[in-house]
């Protein structure tokens, strides 16, 4: 198992920019594919945006395209989500995931069934 630990959530204006960060300890962060998605209250936890494990490659949700980015720091063991242009729609909590399998090739649609291990979760706030 790999242990994820998010940070840099927090209260921000709508417009406003907000950088996560998600740092991985445990097995080997390398060789797995790397998410973040996010759960608003009443609503199922819903995918944001994903990093292969060779950086190569980035999926993200049609809600989020052009104002997120998501990237990842191997030898620090670490993915971020840079969000720009923030709204209030985008206020929930905010997790890291990883793939439960190695050295895979990353979905073209991805799903929480594709991740085993979870962080804790980071509160995002937009006001308007």
């Known amino acids: 198992q790999v242990q994820l630990v998010e940070s840099g959530g927090g209260l921000v204006q709508a417009g406003g920019s907000l950088r996560l960060s998600c740092a991985a300890s445990?097995?080997?962060?390398?060789?797995?594919?790397m998410a973040w998605f996010r759960q608003a209250p009443g609503k199922e936890r819903e995918f944001v945006a994903a990093?292969?494990?060779?950086?190569?490659?980035?999926r993200y949700a049609d809600s989020v395209k052009g104002r997120f980015t998501i990237s990842r720091e191997n030898a620090k063991n670490t993915v971020y989500l840079q969000m720009n242009s923030l709204k209030p729609e985008d206020t929930a909590v905010y997790y890291c995931?990883?793939?439960?399998?190695?050295?895979?090739?990353?979905?073209?649609?991805?799903?929480?069934?594709?991740?085993?291990?979870w962080g804790q979760g980071t509160q995002v706030t937009v006001s308007s």
């Open positions: 990093v292969s494990w060779s950086t190569s490659t980035t």
């Open positions: 995931a990883a793939d439960k399998q190695p050295w895979r090739t990353l979905a073209v649609s991805m799903t929480a069934s594709n991740f085993g291990s």
């Open positions: 445990g097995r080997t962060f390398y060789v797995y594919n």
